[in-house]
Every structure is written in C-alpha cells, then in structure tokens.
C-alpha cells in the first residue's frame, strides 16, 4: 500500500514536471491553430457578417465555390503561380548552388548578394519591386532598353501582373532554396563523383547521373516546401498588386483575405480557405506518397 | 599566401545573378535619397546628384515611423524572449522528460505545421477580438510567442546531447529545471541563436497578423505602416524608399554582421523544418 502510494505520488510529480516543462508552448501552439481550424470548419457552415447572429445553412457555402467565378479565376491564378514558382525557383536555386560550390574567387560576396533578399519583408520587397517595375521610370524598363527590347507595363498589365510576381517571389526565395541545395551538395560523397568521373563519364554526365539523384530527397522536400509558399502566398501580393489590375493577381488565399477582411463574408470565406486546405493536404500526401513509392527519403 | 585561382567561367553566370539580387536594394538606399523629380525620369539613374534627405524628413513628420519601427522591436523583442524560454522548456520537456501525454502532446505540435495561415486567420481575428487584443501588440506578438518550428529545433537539439552531464547534476542533487537551466541550456547556445534569428526574422518582417488586428495607424508595426503608407503615396518614391530602408535597414544589417548564423537558420528551417 505504502509503496503504492509512493509510486503514484511519483507518477504525478513526473507528470506534473513534464506538463510544467511541455505545457506552457504546447497549449499555445495548440490554441492558436487546431482549435482556431476546428471554429473555422463551424464557422465555414454559417452565413455570418460577424456582427449579426450567425446562420447556419450546411454545406451552401460549399456548393456555392462551383458557381463563383471570381473564385476559379483566383484558383487559376494559384495554379499558374505554382507551377511557374515551384520549378523555377528550384531550377535556379540549383543552378546557383552549384555555382556557389565550385571553388572560385568572390564567392563571399556572390553569396551576400544573393542571400540578402531573403532578408527583406515581403512588404518592402513589394514596395520595391511595384518601383523597379514601374512602367514610367523603373530599372525593368531601362533592363529592357538596354538590351532593345520596347518596355512593358509590368504589374499594371493584366496578361503580364502574374508573371511579375512569380519573378519577385522568386528573387525573394532564391537565397533560401540554394541555401538547402549547396549544404546537401556538400554531402554528395565525393568518391561517388570520382568513380564516375574514372570510368570516363563527362561531368555533365556525372553532374545528371549522379549528383541529382543523390540530391533527390532534397528536391522532393524543396518542391513541397516551395509549393506550399506559393499556394499561401498573400503578403508579396497585398504589398504588390493587392490582388489587381482587375482581379489578374488574386491568389486564393488573397481571395479569403478579401471575402473575410473587405466583404465580411466569414462563413463563405472560412469555407474557400477550407477547400485551400484540403488541397494542400492532397497535394503534400500524393508528394509524401510518391517520396515512399521511389524510396527517396525526403521525409 | 592565398594561391590566386584562374579565371572561373562561373563568374559570367553569377556575377550578373549577385548583381540582379542585390542592384534593387542598392537602387532602394540610393533612391531614398533622391528628390522626387530626379525619380521620374527615364532613362532611371542610379546614383542622386547630391544627398537629398527630405524623403526622410517627410517620413518622420507625416507618418508615425519611429513610433511603428519602436512596436515592431517590441513585438520582436518579447516574441524572441518568449520563444527562446517556452520552445526551451517544451523541446527539452518532449526530447529527455517521460510523462502521460507527451507523445500526443508532440504529435499535436508537428501537426499544426500543416494548418495553413488562411484557415486560421479569420478565427484568429474573432478570437483576438473577443479577447480584447484587436488594436493592441498583443495580436502582433501573440502568434509568436511560441512555435512547432520552435519546439521542434530544440527538441532535435536536446536529442543529440548526451544526457550524462544531466545525469551528474541529477546525482549532486539538482532538480529537473535546475539541471536544465544550469548544466542543459548553457550548452544549447548555438541552437537558441538559430531560434533567435528565425524569431526575429519572422516576427519583425510578418505582415498578416498585424495586418489582420491593428487598425490604430500608432500601433502599427512597421510593415503595416509601410504598406498602408504605399497605398495613400502612390508617388512619392522617395518617402516610400526612405521607409523601406528604415523597415528593412536593421536585419540587414544584422544579416551583414551574422551572415553565418542566418544561413544556418535558413539551412535548418529547410532541411528539418
């Protein structure tokens, strides 16, 4: 008994020292997003202007995204973001990693100058960029000039707004997926290279049959990761173009933005930020999925 | 000596890469110091005739920038503190500690990382707003007073350190938290640097948050400030440069001195993030 009474009372003591040490940053962890994303899914089958009563209409707002227009222009918009960003930026992130680890002179400065813009906000990275681009006098204009291309309107272009962005975005996150690309590069055996390289294969050889495929995990990684910042992308856009000119850069997660923040539209937007979601999950799954299909170990 | 290295075909790739990275922030310091009828002139110049500071006097008198740039160091300063003390604690708590809970307590904090920013910011609004914190820091710095990122770096860390310094001062008599706070974190230093920069980064340059919760132009963050003020000076490039620098002038400088540590966070919030 006595024993017994002992252990429990050190089975407590552990407890209450674990949650002591764990708690505090799980419960806000915790708090500020799974219970936040349960309230959305209620709040998602509601037609609420968060000041009146809300109403509960099932899954209206749901069936409701089929029809709307503006929404599927903004998924277009995220599909087109996505796919230029996501193989662009690790195209040439690789593509300068691999510059950055040749041995060569300068390679402190090259990598400042191309890990700086990662530092910037997203907020003034676009102010910047809305002023480089500026059809009138900015630095994009004088580029094309230069090398006698006519100048173009940039971010006051509907056909051209999209494209701009990915182009910012990129320079923003370019920093960051070389940063993941030249650490793993150190890492791809160097006996690997020589033994290909002695059984006579060219470098570009060596370069496509063997480092890429040791740098697969890392890909598949980087391409989720990327992927997932483009399908959030909101900041860059707010700062930017604010989702214009008519409506050409409204991402969806902009879309959300607006219904909730500008329309006071909870219950529809809670429920587009949830087809977002859902969509997310697929596409991180079907990746995580294909990681395990080919046995490359990214995750 | 440095043997001298032979001229590099890779320098005609990345000498106009570094130059396309870093010219528009060499374009944003040198344009904030150029009047306004200098900017709008085509062909653009770089370099202004003479050292024109009215952009910044402007700034200072018609927006409340230092005011914005004092609460963006208060919400970075208060999101670093608290996140170096409670990711600590919970990454040592799930790495060494054993309670009921603790790997569903973990499972829980990872799987956050997979709720997107969209799906909470309208909650979190709602949320703030019934708590009282609309209008005030505390809905900029509320967000990051801790993270899974967090939790889990230093989870890592604590896993790879041996436990018999620990062990040691278990036997000499300290507590669990004394053993910590004087044998563990001690020697988590390089770890919580890592966690300080990635804090600082993410608290001082976030725009949603803010964004969402203040509307009072004093209790703006920085980029909050900024990017209301680009909406009502369309033109006036010269103001709006002044303020991108001012925005963005202390982690990069900060950036310049540490470069090392940056690229480390950077490194590990890529690859275990």
Same mark, same amino acid.
């Given at each position: 008994?006595?024993?017994?009474?002992?252990r429990?009372?050190?089975?407590?003591?552990?407890? %209450?020292?674990?949650?002591?040490?764990?708690g505090?940053?799980? +419960?806000?962890?915790?708090? %500020?997003?799974?219970?936040?994303?349960?309230?959305? !899914?209620? $709040?998602?089958? &509601?037609?609420?202007?968060?000041?009146?009563?809300?109403?509960?209409?099932?899954?209206?707002?749901?069936t409701?995204? #089929?029809?709307?227009?503006? @929404?599927?222009?903004?998924?277009?918009?995220?599909?087109?973001?996505?796919?230029?960003?996501?193989?662009?930026?690790?195209? !040439?992130?690789?593509?300068?990693a691999?510059?950055?680890?040749?041995?060569?002179?300068? =390679?402190?400065?090259?990598?400042?100058?191309?890990?700086?813009?990662?530092?910037?906000?997203?907020?003034?990275?676009?102010?910047?960029?809305?002023?480089v681009?500026n059809?009138?006098?900015?630095?994009?204009?004088?580029?094309?000039?230069?090398?006698?291309?006519?100048?173009?309107?940039f971010?006051?272009? &509907?056909?051209? #707004?999209?494209?701009?962005?990915?182009?910012?975005?990129?320079?923003?996150?370019?920093?960051?997926?070389?940063?993941?690309? !030249?650490a793993a590069?150190q890492?791809?055996?160097a006996?690997?290279?020589?033994?290909?390289?002695?059984?006579?294969?060219?470098?570009?050889?060596v370069?496509?049959?063997v480092?890429?495929?040791?740098?697969?995990?890392?890909?598949?990684?980087?391409a989720?990761?990327?992927? $997932?910042?483009? *399908?959030?992308?909101?900041?860059?856009?707010?700062?930017?173009?604010?989702g214009?000119?008519?409506?050409?850069?409204?991402?969806?997660?902009?879309?959300?933005?607006?219904?909730?923040?500008?329309?006071q539209?909870?219950?529809?937007?809670?429920?587009?930020?949830?087809? @977002?979601?859902?969509?997310?999950? !697929? *596409?991180?799954l079907?990746?995580?999925?294909?990681?395990?299909?080919?046995?490359?170990?990214?995750f | 000596?440095?043997?001298?290295?032979?001229?590099?075909?890779?320098h005609?790739?990345?000498?106009?890469?570094? *130059?396309l990275?870093?010219?528009?922030?060499?374009?944003?310091?040198?344009?904030?110091?150029?009047?306004?009828?200098?900017?709008?002139?085509?062909?653009?110049?770089?370099?202004?005739?003479?050292?024109? =500071?009215?952009?910044?006097?402007?700034? /200072?008198?018609?927006?409340?920038? /230092?005011?914005?740039?004092?609460?963006?160091?208060?919400?970075?300063?208060?999101?670093?503190?608290a996140?170096?003390?409670?990711?600590?604690?919970?990454?040592?708590?799930f790495?060494?500690?054993?309670?009921?809970?603790?790997?569903?307590g973990?499972?829980?904090?990872?799987?956050?990382?997979?709720?997107?920013?969209?799906?909470?910011?309208?909650?979190?609004?709602?949320?703030?707003?019934?708590?009282?914190?609309?209008?005030?820091?505390?809905?900029?710095?509320?967000?990051?007073?801790?993270s899974?990122?967090?939790?889990? @770096?230093?989870?890592?860390?604590?896993? #790879?350190?041996?436990a018999?310094?620990?062990?040691?001062?278990?036997?000499?008599?300290?507590?669990?938290?004394?053993?910590?706070?004087?044998?563990? *974190?001690?020697?988590?230093?390089?770890?919580?640097?890592?966690?300080a920069?990635?804090?600082v980064?993410?608290?001082?340059?976030?725009?949603?948050?803010?964004?969402? +919760?203040?509307?009072?132009?004093r209790?703006?963050t920085?980029?909050?400030?900024?990017?209301?003020?680009?909406?009502?000076?369309?033109?006036?490039?010269?103001?709006l440069?002044?303020?991108?620098?001012?925005?963005?002038a202390?982690?990069l400088v900060?950036?310049?001195?540490?470069?090392?540590?940056?690229?480390?966070?950077?490194?590990?919030?890529? /690859?275990k993030?």
């Amino acid at each position: 008994m006595a024993t017994g009474a002992r252990r429990d009372r050190g089975a407590v003591r552990r407890a %209450l020292t674990g949650w002591a040490f764990a708690g505090p940053a799980t +419960a806000l962890v915790v708090g %500020l997003s799974i219970f936040p994303a349960v309230w959305a !899914l209620f $709040i998602s089958r &509601t037609k609420w202007n968060g000041i009146t009563a809300p109403k509960d209409i099932g899954f209206d707002n749901y069936t409701r995204m #089929a029809e709307d227009t503006d @929404l599927h222009a903004a998924v277009w918009h995220t599909v087109v973001l996505v796919a230029l960003f996501v193989p662009g930026s690790i195209v !040439l992130g690789l593509l300068v990693a691999i510059a950055l680890n040749q041995r060569i002179r300068f =390679l402190g400065f090259y990598r400042t100058c191309i890990f700086v813009p990662y530092v910037a906000s997203a907020a003034a990275t676009g102010i910047l960029a809305s002023f480089v681009f500026n059809p009138q006098f900015g630095g994009a204009n004088e580029l094309l000039r230069r090398v006698g291309l006519p100048p173009q309107q940039f971010l006051e272009s &509907t056909s051209q #707004a999209m494209l701009v962005v990915v182009l910012i975005a990129m320079w923003g996150q370019i920093g960051f997926v070389s940063v993941i690309y !030249l650490a793993a590069l150190q890492d791809v055996p160097a006996e690997l290279k020589e033994a290909a390289t002695v059984d006579g294969a060219s470098r570009l050889r060596v370069f496509w049959h063997v480092v890429v495929p040791a740098l697969r995990p890392v890909t598949l990684f980087t391409a989720v990761w990327q992927s $997932i910042t483009a *399908l959030q992308l909101f900041d860059l856009v707010y700062a930017t173009t604010r989702g214009g000119p008519l409506n050409a850069t409204q991402t969806v997660v902009y879309y959300v933005y607006e219904l909730a923040f500008k329309s006071q539209r909870y219950g529809y937007g809670s429920a587009v930020a949830y087809g @977002l979601f859902v969509f997310t999950m !697929l *596409l991180t799954l079907a990746m995580i999925w294909y990681s395990r299909a080919k046995r490359i170990e990214a995750f | 000596m440095r043997r001298r290295l032979p001229f590099s075909p890779w320098h005609l790739f990345l000498f106009p890469v570094a *130059l396309l990275f870093a010219l528009p922030l060499v374009q944003m310091v040198l344009t904030s110091f150029m009047p306004d009828k200098e900017i709008n002139k085509f062909p653009p110049r770089l370099i202004p005739n003479s050292i024109d =500071l009215t952009g910044y006097q402007k700034l /200072l008198s018609e927006s409340h920038i /230092l005011q914005w740039m004092l609460n963006s160091a208060i919400v970075s300063a208060i999101s670093v503190v608290a996140h170096l003390v409670l990711c600590s604690l919970a990454g040592y708590g799930f790495a060494r500690l054993r309670f009921p809970g603790r790997t569903i307590g973990f499972v829980a904090v990872i799987a956050t990382i997979m709720v997107p920013i969209q799906l909470l910011m309208i909650p979190t609004y709602l949320m703030f707003s019934r708590i009282g914190i609309v209008d005030t820091l505390a809905a900029a710095f509320v967000p990051w007073l801790a993270s899974a990122f967090g939790i889990f @770096l230093m989870r890592q860390f604590f896993l #790879a350190l041996p436990a018999e310094l620990e062990e040691a001062a278990r036997i000499d008599g300290c507590s669990t938290f004394g053993a910590f706070w004087r044998v563990v *974190l001690p020697l988590a230093r390089p770890a919580l640097a890592t966690l300080a920069v990635f804090t600082v980064l993410s608290s001082w340059n976030d725009l949603v948050w803010p964004l969402i +919760a203040i509307s009072d132009d004093r209790v703006y963050t920085v980029q909050v400030g900024l990017t209301t003020f680009q909406g009502t000076r369309r033109i006036q490039w010269q103001e709006l440069m002044a303020g991108n620098v001012m925005a963005t002038a202390p982690l990069l400088v900060a950036f310049l001195v540490a470069q090392k540590r940056f690229i480390a966070t950077m490194t590990f919030s890529g /690859l275990k993030g």
